[in-house]
């Protein structure tokens, strides 16, 4: 198979992206401690995180509406690498809170124009694979990087950890300037029209069934640990390896997920969708069996990251004269989705109803997913998307 440079080169920045919003949550104990705060207060440097991608996404699209892909590539990640450094050096809460919401606000311009970017380089009919190949830097940042930063964190200190993944943003500059072309706009930007696209329906209807998605998976993922400790009984390993075993699942998943959107846009969706129910349905009910959770967490995170690359390809698709502003912010839906997952999976566990229920919320948030999936193909103006990515 012949190597993709530019691809490879955006995918190592996705893992950098993923590495440093997700390893703090295996640091929260350290970096609580270290800097005298609760491990509550702590964890708002992950939600706050989570906003930065949110309000950065537009922001930094719109602002640099014009510059050359290359180069706003190259600056959002000199923007990671300077946030990530605020963060190593930082000796304040306070502090180390500006460098994460200065570091956020590369997240969704880099994978909403590096996913543009690599729909541009690559032949229709490898377009959602194409975005797949980007994303796949951001599971194998779950897989190894983030529970390598926290071993690193948690061993040699936290700022060593913030140290390490700004030297993979310095890396990733070097990787965009070396191998993609300068990519200069053909046409000048109007802003006014990224914003008019970005009021289309069916963008809205597909940013949306983002956020449903990133709900569904996160409303279960957020609370994994307490769910394996509490009813499955696990011990530390066997919770890190079903950590792990959940990062090859969203691998596996990515590039199926990308394979087959190919393919079947939204018969991927569809199928994914179907899956992520059944297997929440079963985790609910067979959740305190170590033997049958095993297959269901891979399986799971297969099913619920499946859906990732077709959602992007759709989106980039329905956006297709502007598509800049709307592919950023479905960064921004993706991580808003987090955020909501979170709170509806906490929502269930404050009423008292039991850890089995949020697997059954998370179920019932892909059921919402799927019928939106299901409407939007019956839309009359997307009759045509099957062949999305060859067209």
Same mark, same amino acid.
């Given at each position: 198979m012949?190597?993709? %440079?530019?691809l490879?080169a955006?995918?190592?920045?996705?893992?950098?992206?993923?590495?440093t919003?997700f390893s703090p949550?295996g640091?929260l104990?350290?970096? !609580?401690?270290d800097?005298?705060?609760?491990?509550?207060?702590?964890?708002?440097?992950?939600s706050?995180?989570a906003?930065?991608? $949110?309000?950065?996404?537009?922001?930094?699209t719109l602002?640099?509406a014009?510059?050359?892909?290359? +180069?706003?590539?190259?600056?959002?990640?000199g923007?990671?690498?300077?946030?990530?450094?605020?963060?190593?050096l930082?000796?304040?809460y306070?502090?180390l809170m500006?460098?994460r919401?200065?570091?956020? %606000?590369?997240?969704?311009?880099?994978f909403?124009?590096?996913?543009?970017? !690599?729909?541009?380089?690559?032949?229709?009919? =490898?377009?959602?694979?194409?975005?797949?190949?980007?994303?796949?830097?951001?599971?194998?940042?779950?897989?190894?990087?983030v529970?390598?930063?926290?071993?690193?964190?948690?061993?040699?200190g936290? +700022?060593?950890?913030?140290?390490?993944i700004?030297?993979?943003?310095?890396?990733t500059?070097?990787a965009?300037r070396?191998?993609?072309p300068?990519l200069?706009n =053909?046409? +000048?930007?109007?802003?006014?029209?990224?914003?008019?696209?970005?009021?289309?329906?069916?963008?809205?209807a597909?940013l949306?069934l983002?956020?449903?998605g990133?709900?569904s998976?996160?409303?279960?993922?957020?609370y994994?640990?307490p769910i394996l400790q509490q009813?499955?009984h696990a011990?530390t390993t066997?919770?890190?390896?079903?950590?792990?075993?959940y990062?090859?699942?969203?691998?596996v998943?990515n590039?199926?997920?990308?394979?087959?959107?190919?393919?079947?846009?939204?018969?991927t969706?569809?199928?994914?969708?179907?899956?992520v129910i059944?297997?929440?349905?079963?985790?609910?009910?067979?959740?305190?069996?170590?033997?049958?959770?095993?297959p $269901?967490?891979?399986l799971?995170?297969?099913?619920?990251?499946?859906?990732?690359?077709?959602?992007?390809s759709?989106v980039?698709?329905?956006?297709?004269?502007?598509p800049?502003?709307?592919s950023a912010?479905?960064?921004g839906?993706?991580?808003?989705?987090n955020?909501?997952?979170?709170a509806?999976?906490g929502?269930?566990?404050?009423?008292g109803?039991?850890?089995p229920s949020?697997a059954l919320?998370?179920?019932g948030t892909a059921v919402?997913?799927?019928?939106?999936?299901?409407?939007?193909k019956?839309?009359?103006?997307n009759q045509g998307n099957?062949?999305?990515?060859?067209s």
């Amino acid at each position: 198979m012949k190597i993709n %440079f530019p691809l490879m080169a955006l995918a190592i920045g996705a893992f950098g992206i993923g590495v440093t919003e997700f390893s703090p949550m295996g640091m929260l104990p350290v970096i !609580a401690g270290d800097l005298g705060v609760s491990i509550p207060t702590a964890g708002m440097l992950i939600s706050a995180y989570a906003f930065g991608v $949110l309000i950065g996404a537009p922001i930094m699209t719109l602002l640099f509406a014009n510059m050359p892909r290359r +180069r706003l590539l190259v600056l959002s990640m000199g923007i990671f690498t300077v946030g990530n450094l605020i963060s190593a050096l930082a000796d304040s809460y306070s502090a180390l809170m500006i460098g994460r919401i200065v570091t956020s %606000f590369n997240h969704g311009v880099f994978f909403g124009v590096g996913a543009v970017v !690599a729909t541009n380089i690559v032949q229709p009919n =490898k377009r959602a694979g194409a975005v797949a190949a980007i994303f796949s830097g951001l599971t194998i940042a779950t897989i190894g990087g983030v529970p390598l930063a926290s071993f690193i964190g948690t061993t040699f200190g936290w +700022r060593n950890a913030f140290f390490g993944i700004a030297a993979i943003g310095l890396v990733t500059m070097v990787a965009l300037r070396l191998s993609l072309p300068p990519l200069v706009n =053909k046409d +000048r930007a109007n802003i006014r029209n990224e914003l008019a696209v970005l009021g289309k329906g069916p963008v809205l209807a597909a940013l949306l069934l983002t956020v449903v998605g990133a709900s569904s998976m996160f409303t279960v993922f957020t609370y994994i640990v307490p769910i394996l400790q509490q009813e499955t009984h696990a011990s530390t390993t066997f919770v890190t390896a079903m950590l792990v075993l959940y990062g090859a699942g969203l691998a596996v998943g990515n590039i199926l997920g990308g394979r087959f959107a190919d393919r079947s846009l939204y018969g991927t969706l569809i199928v994914s969708l179907i899956a992520v129910i059944l297997l929440l349905v079963i985790f609910a009910v067979t959740m305190s069996s170590s033997i049958i959770v095993v297959p $269901l967490i891979f399986l799971w995170g297969i099913a619920s990251f499946a859906v990732v690359p077709p959602l992007q390809s759709l989106v980039v698709h329905e956006a297709s004269e502007a598509p800049n502003l709307a592919s950023a912010m479905n960064i921004g839906a993706f991580n808003l989705g987090n955020a909501l997952g979170a709170a509806l999976g906490g929502g269930v566990i404050s009423a008292g109803l039991g850890l089995p229920s949020v697997a059954l919320a998370g179920a019932g948030t892909a059921v919402l997913g799927l019928l939106m999936v299901l409407l939007l193909k019956r839309s009359p103006s997307n009759q045509g998307n099957e062949q999305v990515t060859s067209s």
